[in-house]
């Protein structure tokens, strides 16, 4: 489509809509681990064949998947615009200011972020992702990253999630010597052994900076992160599912995998920050709370923090409530319980055609007002992308204090 016409067409959509944008369901799927199945799709929609199955929504997405098997455009959000197959990425590249704002998009290409549900049968392979130095040298972003678990949903066979290495291991200085095995013999799932899981509590979550070891649970989560799709991954069986070791030095230069072999992946790892003692509690993300104006039949809070690289909130409305929610910044929500409207828009859970908008920045400063039309809680979750609420993002205390 001619750039110009591209241009038009979502002016007047934003025009039109207030300064709001439907956007339509981006389904990714993955070739290494079996569905989970709860992504609200149909029994038969599940499997795609040489792709594998489906096993993510990509929400507001500018970020193609990486996969093995290409498929066009797997993984880029498009616009809801009846008659239109517009790319979420073209219209940001197109209608910066309009989508961003003036000032912002001076200092900002892209909304910067990736939001997404992962919803997996088996816990995922024990893996990390390339820090920006590392992920620099292939020309890719590194993939900070954190994760909420969403309630009133099934929690899988193994909601747990392992995260670094023990203490022990990088104190004396064992880790090449203790975890290269596993990396040269490809043959199991014992490496987890060196490793520590923690609970996955719905209603909470982590944050995780790359550069660090972790192999994420059961439960379906709904993941904040860099919008970025590098990776390496260190566990060769998962559930009984071997796991192609093409996949260990996947983003590692090929200088120096023919120069280290394996130990390039470990030599690309935040040894010190992998084994901290206090993991759990520079990691560990419990909802904060947000002062609401009194009276309000609306509870907020922080889900991801600890961060500038993104952040997001949850919005609950009681039935029959209502709240104009004023915000620093262009984000998008996605609605996992209820039903109601946002400005009037129409908004459902459960609905692929209802559950996703973009709120562009004019319209985020100048506030949306969100009403619960339904009998149970309309249960909203608000994604920020770089730098637009870094005076306010909590933080989470240091260990030991």
Known sequence: MERALLRNIVENEIGKN???LRLRPALVARDFLRPGKRLGLRED????????YVCERWLASETEADNTVKHPDEGLSMLEIEGQDILLRDAVSECPQQIMGAKYSTSHRSLGRLAKLYDFESRIFYHYHQVQTDASKIGRTSKEEAYYYPE???MGRHPETFFGVHPYLVEQKKQYDVLLPYLQKWDSDLILMHSRAYLNVPGEGFHLPSGLLHAPGTALTIELQEPSDVMGVLQAV?????????????DVPQQEREKHGERAALNQLLWDENADPYFYEHHHTPPVPIIMSAGARATESWIYYNTTKFSGKRLI??????????????YNIFVWRGSGTADGMEVAAAQFELDELLITHEKATAGVTFVNTGATDLEILKFFGPDINNDVIPKLPKYPG
């Open 238 to 250: 998962v559930d009984g599912l071997k796991v192609s070791k093409s996949l260990l030095l996947k």
């Open 152 to 154: 009133h949903v099934d």
């Open 18 to 20: 207030n300064g709001i």
């Open 317 to 330: 409305v009681k039935p029959g409530g209502r709240i104009t929610s004023r915000e620093n910044g262009v």
């Open 45 to 52: 929609q599940y499997s795609v064949g040489k792709r594998g």
